[in-house]
């Protein structure tokens, strides 16, 4: 919880040091590069694959992700998020465990799959 807290405390700290640039882009119905960068760290945050410790950089609307991953469709996920936080382009750097491309691997290779049901 306290992580939390420095974390929306520092997006705060920065969106206020942009506070002009902020405005402009709004107006232009763009956003800034700390606004898209913000917004990716938020969604990121509440997300399962915020547990991957990913990093991601935003300049000139090119959001560019780095990490490792041991879940081959949290690579997808970061690409899309980065996208519908208002990224123009999006450069993913992020690295598949060998573990995880063994397991796409066997799940090609016609074995029957096991089906996961979630009850509430």
């Known amino acids: ?3 939390l807290l420095v974390f929306l ?4 700290l920065s969106a206020a040091s942009f506070a002009g640039t902020l405005t402009k882009s709004h107006s232009q119905g763009k956003f800034s590069d700390a606004e898209i960068e913000a917004t990716i760290k938020a969604k990121l945050s509440k997300s399962k694959i915020g547990k991957d410790n990913f990093q991601v950089h935003v300049k000139n609307g090119i959001a560019t992700w ?9 690579k997808g ?7 519908t ?14 573990d995880a491309k063994a397991n796409a691997v066997e799940n090609l290779t016609g ?10």
């Open 85 to 98: 936080a208002g990224a123009t382009q999006v450069v993913n750097n992020i690295k598949i465990s060998d």
């Open 111 to 120: 074995k029957p799959r096991r089906a996961q049901v979630k009850t509430d």
């Open 9 to 12: 405390s520092l997006v705060a």
């Open 66 to 74: 780095t990490g490792t991953t041991t879940v081959m469709q949290h």
């Open 1 to 3: 919880m306290k992580r």
């Open 77 to 83: 996920a970061a690409t899309r998020m980065a996208k």
